[in-house]
């Protein structure tokens, strides 16, 4: 059979160059999309931007709503992936499906829908309840919930599908009920991916925008995130501005990744 | 004294149909039969794993047949062996001893103290001493097997179930498992049901052995009376003049199954 040429000093075939290709087009294409708006923007607009009252509460506000929903989607994630992962009930696939739809739908449109949903009877309760969302910084939290929950609920999945049910088995045979072999064995062994999902479902909610501006609406220091300032500062034409707490959202973001993927440990290539 | 009794189970694509046999302290009792025979699910209803369609799952009298697998008191080593991957090799086989249905009598020690004293006993038992502090990931296949027994039977289980133990070890190491098996079945007198498929392996160890094909058992007794050719087969061999059988035929098994299993 005739197999791929290595190179003699690298030890790396075609198939290695055609991924390691791709990979460099990606990022490279990114990193030149975020030097180019770089190069748009000035230290003034950065200067300006770090001052402005209304950014710091806009990114105050981001960096709270984005951490409390992402670690409500961590909470809803893990018990919602195990039923899926781990149950057999009627209707399953179904569940399966109906958790992906935030994912499907347009964002708007998933904030057009939790309007409408507040004007229907069981809506008016809830807020007659004492639970305000409609334009309110709670309706933030939601929106970002309601949108990132089903990436934390399939990466969480997907980390409990590659973990050996038998192992969970054996523990009850061993004297433990199924919520006690949850927590000794299955939620060690699910760290890694509940903290992915969590990473994921953060940088998702950190950089929405679109449910928010139908829910809770965009005004000044009362349920301004950063990506409501970008819009703000764009619908009066400061696009150097915008592009300056864009430039910022994309540090922020970025310093967050890093430092996950270096406190968890990125796996190292197991064979090049 | 494990006994199961006429236990049935459906699935759209298997069925299994009235299993029936017993098994003693004394036992060690294997299921034979080929590959996707039913095997693994009667020891998976054993376990708790599974619950039957009809029929009763008793041990030591008592009637386990709805019970939770916590509480059955049986010792099941799977054919993957299931370790705990994050756990020590002592942690491994600690592990039962520290849920509520296998905390063993203390004594007035400390619990942690009672179970090191359990698990370094196991650990002897099964000559691993030096593995004590490995993780699953840095053993051999056949030391897996011996974590693997060991965590079975550290909870003293009235029941062990054996789901092909040797099947991904080389034959040396199973050799030494076979021999190490036998010695600790018949040291602690546990009732064993152990599932192969293996001719030599089968006579090697059984006292009893039951044979299994597509779902139904189909014979119960010691390997001589399953294995053994029929009263008639024997009187017309025994008029025969003996005759050399060719190189090859001698590594077959030296009998013929009496029901046409094979």
């Known amino acids: 059979m005739a197999t791929a040429k290595r190179n003699r000093r690298t030890g790396l075939t075609p198939f290695h160059a055609l991924a390691g290709g791709a990979l460099a087009l990606f990022a490279g294409g990114l990193v030149i999309l975020l030097v180019s708006v770089l190069s748009y923007t000035d230290l003034q607009a950065f200067r300006a931007v770090f001052r402005s009252a209304d950014v710091r509460f806009a990114l105050r506000l981001s960096l709270m709503t984005s951490t409390l929903s992402a670690a409500l989607a961590v909470v809803f994630a893990v018990p919602s992936a195990y039923a899926l992962s781990r149950m057999r009930f009627p209707g399953r696939m179904l569940a399966d499906a109906i958790v992906d739809i935030p994912i499907v739908l347009p964002p708007v449109v998933l904030g057009l829908c939790l309007l409408v949903f507040f004007r229907t009877p069981l809506g008016r309760a809830v807020e007659q309840a004492g639970f305000r969302f409609v334009y309110e910084p709670a309706g933030i939290v939601l929106a970002q919930f309601l949108t990132v929950c089903p990436y934390a609920i399939r990466t969480v999945k997907a980390t409990l599908d590659g973990i050996n049910p038998r192992v969970e088995q054996v523990a009850r045979t061993l004297g433990y009920g199924s919520g006690r072999v949850f927590i000794l064995v299955t939620l060690p062994m699910l760290k890694t991916g509940i903290l992915a999902g969590g990473v994921i479902a953060w940088a998702v909610a950190f950089g929405l925008f679109g449910p928010m501006m139908i829910l809770v609406g965009t005004t000044r220091q009362r349920t301004e995130v950063l990506a409501t300032s970008i819009y703000l500062e764009l619908s009066v034409g400061r696009i150097q501005s915008a592009l300056a707490i864009a430039l910022l959202m994309v540090g922020i973001a970025l310093g967050a990744l890093t430092a996950f993927k270096a406190l968890t440990g990125v796996p190292a290539p197991r064979e090049r | ?262």
């Open chain 2, 1 to 262: 004294m494990l006994c199961v009794e006429s236990i049935s189970l459906r699935y759209p694509r298997f069925a299994l149909r009235e299993a029936t046999f017993s098994v003693s302290p004394d036992d060690y009792f294997i299921l034979y039969g080929p590959t996707g025979s039913g095997k693994t699910v009667i020891l998976e209803l054993i376990a708790g794993l599974r619950i039957p369609d009809s029929g009763s799952i008793r041990i030591n009298g008592r009637d386990v047949t709805q019970s939770d697998p916590a509480h059955r008191r049986i010792g099941y080593v799977p054919q993957d062996l299931a370790l705990i991957p994050f756990l020590s090799v002592r942690r491994n086989i600690g592990f039962g001893l520290r849920s509520p249905a296998f905390r063993p009598d203390t004594s007035g020690r400390s619990l942690t103290a009672t179970v090191r004293a359990r698990v370094d006993e196991m650990l002897e038992l099964l000559g691993i001493v030096h593995l004590a502090d490995r993780k699953p990931e840095a053993l051999s296949g056949g030391e897996k097997q011996r974590v693997a027994l060991g965590r079975a039977l550290a909870i003293r289980p009235d029941a062990l179930l054996l789901d092909e133990p040797l099947s991904a070890v080389d034959e040396e190491t199973g050799n030494a498992l076979m021999r190490e098996l036998k010695r600790l079945q018949r040291a602690l007198r546990v009732p064993t049901v152990h599932i192969c498929h293996r001719f030599t392996e089968m006579t090697f160890l059984a006292t009893r052995v039951a044979t299994i094909r597509e779902g139904a058992i189909r014979s119960v007794g010691t390997p001589d009376e399953v294995f053994s050719p029929p009263p008639v087969v024997r009187a017309v061999e025994a008029q025969r003049p003996p005759r050399p059988l060719p190189q090859e035929e001698n590594s077959l098994p030296p009998h013929r199954l009496k029901n046409d299993f094979l």
